[in-house]
């Protein structure tokens, strides 16, 4: 498909950006970036940059604000949403890649967004494809919203990562097989269960997720939210205690995800 990413520019660029937002996250999503706030944002470096199709149709779209940290030039990367007709067809990481051109041109030499840990499907584009640097685990990073479909079960736990602009954006994946799995059981039907986590101080640990959050979040609340307890406390751990986030396997069979960890010497 031909896809053309350029800078939202009028009024009916934003208004497709707002709606994409709403379709996205939800009808009753109370962060809406609105078109006025889109438009200002550009003036001043930040991004705000659509994917089109041929027929001008928003595919997608990436949002975020440049400012300053320890005295040098950043950028936050606030937003990126994709269109579900359009997903899998690496129009997310096109967009940073875009992105990330973009604030190259600008002497902006390094990014800063969040994702959720239990979503597997951003794990490995961020850490398979674009090579982040995970930083640290926030819990409930923007606060929770009982009433809020997004927020609720769930909370909104985030990893913070650093992805180095002038870096080449390759992260090779370690074998699951050299590390032992430190929150998890695989269950005999298939999948992955949450155990106890006991925290071990292994050389190399993995943490695993299941593949599919979104599902479980909506036909089995309570595992889910068990999912979040268990994964929060394993990260939360490890990487207090010296462990780096070294890469993401997806496991088709289990429909799981395991992150690697290494113990920093």
């Known amino acids: 498909m031909e896809i053309t990413f350029r800078a939202l520019c009028d009024g009916e660029d934003y208004r497709a950006c707002e709606a994409l937002q709403r379709a996205t996250w939800g009808s009753d999503f109370q962060e809406v970036v609105p078109g006025a ?13 659509g994917a089109f199709t041929a027929d001008a149709v928003m595919a997608g779209f990436v949002f975020g ?16 949403a994709v269109d579900s007709q359009f997903r899998d067809q690496g129009i997310g990481q096109r967009l940073k890649q875009h992105q990330r051109d973009d604030l190259r041109r600008r002497g902006v030499d390094v ?12 794990a490995h584009m961020n850490l398979c494809r674009l090579g982040v640097t995970v930083s640290e685990y926030v819990p409930d990073m923007y606060g929770v919203d009982d009433d ?40 005999p039907t298939g999948g992955l269960l949450p155990s106890n986590v006991d925290l071990p101080s292994w050389p190399r640990v993995s943490i695993g ?38 890469g993401f396997l997806t496991d088709d069979v289990n ?11």
Not at 111 to 122: G, Q, S
Not at 153 to 171: H, K, N, S, Y
Not at 223 to 238: E, I, Q, S, V
């Open 255 to 265: 429909q799981a995800g395991f992150y690697q960890l290494r113990q920093v010497d």
């Open 65 to 80: 604000i440049t400012g300053w940290k320890e005295g040098k030039p950043c950028h936050w990367s606030h937003m990126l």
């Open 148 to 187: 809020n479909s997004l927020d609720s079960v769930l909370g909104t736990d985030r990893f913070i990562v650093e992805w180095d602009l002038t870096a080449q954006p390759v992260r090779p994946d370690q074998p699951v097989t050299e590390a032992r799995l430190a929150n998890a059981t695989v269950n």
């Open 209 to 246: 997720i299941p593949g599919d959050i979104h599902t479980l979040k909506a036909t089995a609340p309570d595992l889910a939210a068990a999912w979040r307890a268990n994964t929060r406390k394993a990260f939360l751990h490890y990487l207090a205690t010296g462990y780096e986030v070294t």
């Open 37 to 49: 706030v889109l438009k200002i944002v550009q003036k001043v470096g930040g991004v705000a940059t």
């Open 111 to 122: 990014m800063f967004w969040t994702y959720d840990p239990l979503v597997a499907r951003n």
